[in-house]
């Protein structure tokens, strides 16, 4: 079994950052890929980036550079650091992981929220 607890959301004017992170406990090996998605209030969850045994990364074309996702493997932690935000990135973001890529997620937490707004 698998832990994710995320924190680190809040409000934040357009234009400002954001770093949310994802403390994992429990087997290490359910935690080998750890991923963030969020979901906006009437849309569907969608994929924002991963990080792969803290040697790889995947991110979604929509994320332009202005996410990027980070991890500190003796914490367990991985980070999601959002910058330039803008008001279509409200939404409830959450922590996912798993074993390999295609069970990535396998385990959720709870979700952070971040609302954009000025």
């Known amino acids: 079994q698998v832990q994710l607890v995320e924190s680190g959301g809040g409000l934040v004017q357009p234009g400002g950052s954001l770093r949310l992170s994802c403390a994992a406990s429990?087997?290490?090996?359910?935690?080998?890929?750890m991923g963030w998605y969020r979901q906006a209030p009437g849309k569907q969850r969608e994929f924002i980036a991963r990080?792969?045994?803290?040697?790889?990364?995947n991110y979604a074309t929509f994320v332009k550079g202005r996410f990027t996702v980070s991890r500190d493997n003796a914490k367990n932690t991985v980070y999601l650091q959002l910058n330039n935000l803008r008001p279509e990135d409200t939404a409830v973001y959450y922590c996912?992981?798993?074993?390999?890529?295609?069970?990535?997620?396998?385990?959720w937490g709870q979700g952070t929220q971040v609302t954009v707004s000025s």
């Open positions: 996912s992981s798993g074993s390999s890529v295609i069970t990535s997620t396998s385990y």
């Open positions: 429990g087997r290490s090996s359910h935690f080998y890929v």
């Open positions: 990080d792969i045994g803290g040697e790889n990364t």
